[in-house]
């Protein structure tokens, strides 16, 4: 479900920069539309009712929940990178969206990249998997 409400930041955040003139895009971004995310969180959400991250393999599991974010991760930062922006500028109407607020919103993003190889060596340390867990979601919040 979470890499559906990543592609949707991305989706309103592409809405919001839709407005600016062509010359101040780096490159064009496709606007995905809302349902196309929205659909993306259900599936994923089934696949997990359904029994396909079912946590008895938690190295696959894990991976797997980790591959189904980057694309909505990729396309979320591809949309803010997309803008030339000049410094200190603000291009979004409705929202602060100044160069202190991307930096943190490409280190939130980016922060969840090294969990997934951080899985193998917390496990080769002994922890439980429970520790693990905890600790890999204690990162994920502080990234968020």
């Known amino acids: 479900m979470a890499g559906g409400i990543i592609g949707l930041i991305g989706t309103e955040f592409a809405h919001l920069l839709s407005t600016t003139s062509d010359k101040r895009k780096r490159f064009h971004v496709i606007i995905l539309p809302r349902w196309f995310w929205i659909l993306y969180g259900l599936i994923l959400t089934y696949v997990v009712y359904d029994g396909g991250m079912s946590y008895k393999r938690p190295v696959c599991d894990i991976f797997i929940a980790g591959c189904t974010q980057i694309t909505p991760t990729l396309y979320a930062v591809l949309v803010v990178l997309s803008q030339k922006w000049e410094e200190n500028e603000v291009t979004m109407p409705t929202l602060e969206f100044g160069r202190n607020v991307r ?19 917390l496990l080769d340390s002994g922890l439980a998997l429970g520790s693990i867990n905890t600790v890999l979601h204690m990162g994920l919040s502080i990234a968020w």
Do not use: D, R, T, W
């Open 103 to 121: 930096v943190e919103y490409f280190i939130g993003f980016f922060l969840n990249a090294p969990m997934l190889p951080a899985y193998s060596p």
